[in-house]
């Protein structure tokens, strides 16, 4: 273990009239501010662990009551970091901005999320119902928000759980919007997060729009089903899991929610350049959820458009039961159904793949550019079941190995359409078979020397 450096940094003191809000004067909360001493791990710049003294300001409090008393809250740019110790709560009709450069820190140790709505309730033990009462009108835009997550430690904040006392299970944001309609974020960097940048769960009629990434360690906007007629625009950065997720069944480790996703689009999405770590992916994810009584829910994504997607190197749509807590203590009880899924104008710099092992109604690729050298194995979209081992902790014991994927399910899919994927400085089309293939797995016979098991699933498409 790498011996610490222990440095001391004081924060100066800035006065509370640097936090602006509409209606009563900010001098009104200054009680409620308060300096607290604590420390944090860092990776120093010269690569070795680094334990920092902090000595600052806990603006929480403040804060809260500011958004209580009238409803809107402005965050200022200043020199300093502004920490907090728990989620900033905003009811309905609530906006809270910041200025761009205005930096807002999770003081280590909460484990909470940043900010959230203020109804957020356990669903994940039956399906959402359909008259449960939402949060309206909620707005946030502006300031780079970070739970202080880096390569060395997250300082203690792991999870993006809704509160520090009898979380609801499965929140998992740095924003966190649950159980809520006409809901926006814009303009906002997630910096050094663990948790998703932004977290909705049961959410309808929403806009997330120009959402910057910088080193998160989840999911960038990440969207738990039910939900309906929302935009994601403008993601982009460093995700080391999924930029964007649709996920209307989830390991329920991450799912405050199960339940359809309809009538979606996510455009302008960039993945990471050249040379930036990153998993540069999307996900959807459909499945049949099936509730600790027995009962079933079919969670399906329909009505889903992608368009001006760039650098992406994989579209996830394939079945994949919990690695975490064990496929067989967590998995969809069948195929996941896909609905009219579109995809416009897709650009790939590097090679990059649609990989579909779900049941399918309507998959059309309009207009994709290619900009690297094909190889004769090469295809964007891949109709069928993955088979790949996971080694837990490098194992060399294959009882300890598991299947990611499901590769002993068929899917189906019709209705395949696909128009104008060309290569770089062509004017032709490729033909349909060379852009889709078909997969059928078989049992590798000499596993476990080599792997992966393999299975006996196949992909089946109606032409």
Same mark, same amino acid.
């Given at each position: 273990?790498? @011996?610490?450096?222990?440095?001391?940094?004081?924060?100066?003191?800035?006065?509370?009239?640097?936090?602006?809000?509409?209606?009563?004067?900010?001098?009104?909360?200054?009680?409620?501010?308060?300096?607290?001493?604590?420390?944090?791990?860092?990776?120093? #710049?010269?690569?070795?662990?680094?334990?920092?003294?902090?000595?600052?300001?806990?603006? #929480?409090?403040?804060?809260?009551?500011?958004?209580?008393? @009238?409803?809107?809250?402005?965050?200022?740019?200043?020199?300093?970091?502004?920490?907090?110790?728990?989620?900033?709560?905003?009811?309905?009709?609530?906006?809270?901005?910041?200025?761009?450069?205005?930096?807002?820190?999770?003081?280590?140790?909460?484990? #909470?999320?940043?900010?959230?709505?203020?109804? !957020?309730?356990?669903?994940?033990?039956?399906?959402?119902?359909?008259?449960?009462?939402?949060?309206?009108?909620?707005?946030?835009?502006?300031?780079?928000?970070?739970?202080?997550?880096?390569?060395?430690?997250?300082?203690? $904040?792991?999870?993006?759980?809704?509160?520090?006392?009898?979380?609801? *299970?499965?929140?998992?944001?740095?924003?966190?919007?649950?159980?809520?309609?006409? !809901?926006?974020?814009?303009?906002?960097?997630?910096? @050094?997060?663990?948790? *998703?940048?932004?977290?909705?769960?049961?959410?309808?009629?929403? #806009?997330?729009?120009?959402?910057?990434?910088?080193? /998160?360690?989840?999911?960038?906007?990440?969207?738990?089903?039910?939900?309906?007629?929302?935009?994601?625009?403008?993601?982009?950065?460093?995700?080391?899991?999924?930029?964007?997720?649709?996920?209307?069944?989830?390991?329920?480790?991450?799912? &405050?929610?199960?339940?359809?996703?309809?009538?979606?689009?996510?455009?302008?999405?960039?993945?990471?350049?050249?040379?930036?770590?990153?998993?540069?992916?999307?996900?959807?994810?459909?499945? !049949?959820?099936?509730?600790?009584?027995?009962?079933?829910?079919?969670? &399906?994504?329909?009505?889903?458009?992608?368009?001006?997607?760039?650098?992406?190197?994989?579209?996830? *749509?394939?079945?994949?039961?919990?690695?975490?807590?064990?496929?067989? $203590?967590? *998995?969809?009880?069948?195929?996941?159904?896909?609905?009219?899924?579109?995809?416009?104008?897709?650009?790939? $710099?590097?090679?990059?793949?649609?990989?579909?092992?779900?049941? /399918?109604?309507?998959?059309?690729?309009?207009?994709?550019?290619?900009?690297?050298?094909?190889?004769?194995?090469?295809?964007?979209?891949?109709?069928?079941?993955?088979?790949?081992?996971?080694?837990?902790a490098g194992s060399a014991d294959p009882a300890q190995w598991t299947e990611i994927f499901a590769p002993d399910l068929d899917c189906t899919v019709r209705n395949v359409t696909v128009t104008g994927?060309?290569?770089?400085?062509?004017?032709?089309?490729?033909?349909?078979?060379?852009?889709?293939?078909?997969?059928?797995?078989?049992?590798?016979?000499?596993? &476990?020397? /080599?792997? &992966?098991?393999?299975?006996?699933?196949?992909?089946?498409?109606?032409?």
């Amino acid at each position: 273990m790498k @011996q610490s450096t222990t440095l001391v940094i004081t924060l100066l003191l800035a006065p509370l009239a640097a936090v602006q809000t509409e209606g009563r004067p900010p001098s009104d909360f200054q009680s409620l501010v308060r300096t607290e001493t604590w420390t944090e791990v860092v990776s120093g #710049t010269s690569g070795k662990v680094e334990t920092r003294s902090i000595t600052a300001e806990i603006w #929480t409090q403040a804060m809260k009551a500011a958004l209580d008393v @009238q409803g809107s809250l402005h965050i200022p740019a200043r020199e300093n970091p502004y920490y907090l110790d728990g989620p900033l709560v905003l009811k309905s009709g609530h906006k809270l901005s910041a200025d761009p450069r205005a930096e807002i820190r999770l003081k280590p140790g909460c484990n #909470t999320c940043m900010v959230r709505n203020e109804h !957020v309730v356990n669903l994940n033990t039956k399906p959402v119902p359909a008259d449960l009462p939402l949060d309206t009108d909620i707005h946030i835009e502006g300031g780079i928000w970070t739970t202080l997550a880096n390569i060395v430690s997250s300082n203690g $904040n792991e999870l993006g759980r809704s509160s520090k006392e009898n979380p609801v *299970f499965g929140t998992h944001g740095v924003i966190l919007l649950q159980n809520v309609r006409g !809901v926006s974020v814009k303009n906002v960097t997630v910096r @050094q997060s663990r948790p *998703f940048a932004v977290h909705l769960a049961n959410a309808h009629e929403f #806009t997330i729009e120009n959402v910057t990434l910088d080193q /998160t360690r989840r999911d960038g906007v990440h969207v738990n089903g039910p939900a309906s007629d929302g935009l994601i625009r403008g993601v982009r950065g460093d995700s080391h899991d999924d930029n964007v997720a649709l996920n209307a069944w989830e390991w329920k480790n991450y799912a &405050p929610s199960y339940g359809p996703i309809e009538r979606i689009v996510i455009e302008d999405v960039t993945g990471a350049p050249e040379g930036v770590p990153a998993a540069r992916s999307i996900r959807l994810l459909p499945g !049949v959820k099936r509730f600790d009584d027995g009962t079933t829910l079919d969670c &399906p994504l329909r009505n889903i458009t992608l368009r001006r997607i760039t650098d992406i190197r994989e579209f996830k *749509f394939y079945a994949q039961p919990n690695l975490e807590l064990g496929g067989n $203590n967590d *998995f969809s009880v069948g195929i996941g159904t896909l609905e009219d899924i579109r995809f416009e104008g897709l650009t790939f $710099n590097r090679p990059g793949v649609i990989e579909l092992h779900a049941d /399918t109604d309507g998959f059309t690729i309009e207009d994709a550019t290619l900009q690297f050298p094909l190889t004769p194995d090469w295809h964007l979209l891949a109709i069928g079941p993955k088979s790949q081992t996971y080694k837990h902790a490098g194992s060399a014991d294959p009882a300890q190995w598991t299947e990611i994927f499901a590769p002993d399910l068929d899917c189906t899919v019709r209705n395949v359409t696909v128009t104008g994927v060309r290569t770089r400085d062509s004017l032709s089309e490729l033909p349909i078979d060379r852009v889709v293939r078909v997969i059928e797995q078989k049992r590798n016979l000499n596993y &476990p020397k /080599t792997t &992966p098991r393999g299975g006996t699933g196949k992909g089946i498409w109606i032409r």
